[in-house]
């Protein structure tokens, strides 16, 4: 059963630069055809796909998000994490690490979500 599990500050100020992990078990983060994407909630809306590191290849990023967004992955750790700079209060959302291991198909995991706001 893999596991998923999101960490990082609730709150952040303008112009700073959000900082978010998710810590992985159940499964190694170098395993084949796995993919481990960030996805957020804004308060009303929908789900926006943020960006997503693959088993082998670069990292990927919404192209809304792509000048603002650094995802990485440490793998002693089996996490990866999230940076997004210049946040201001259209960032305030929830924030969910997601995990693609389908094989011959998606198959997903979610982490429970954290919330982060933006306010000084």
């Known amino acids: ?17 959000l900082s978010l992990t998710c810590t992985i078990s159940g499964t190694s983060i170098t395993t084949n055809y796995h993919y481990w994407s960030w996805i957020r909630q804004p308060p009303g809306k929908g789900l926006e796909w943020m960006g997503a590191n693959p088993y082998v ?17 440490d793998t002693s750790k089996n996490q990866f994490t999230l940076q ?4 201001t209060p259209e960032d305030i959302a929830v924030y969910y690490c997601n995990a693609d291991v389908g094989v011959d198909g998606p198959f997903y995991y979610w982490g429970q979500g954290t919330q982060v706001t933006v306010s000084s």
């Open 1 to 17: 059963q893999v596991q998923l599990q999101e960490s990082g500050p609730g709150l952040v100020k303008p112009s700073q630069t």
């Open 57 to 73: 290849g670069s990292t990927y990023y919404s192209p809304s998000l792509k000048s603002r967004t650094s995802i990485s992955r």
């Open 84 to 87: 997004l700079s210049s946040v």
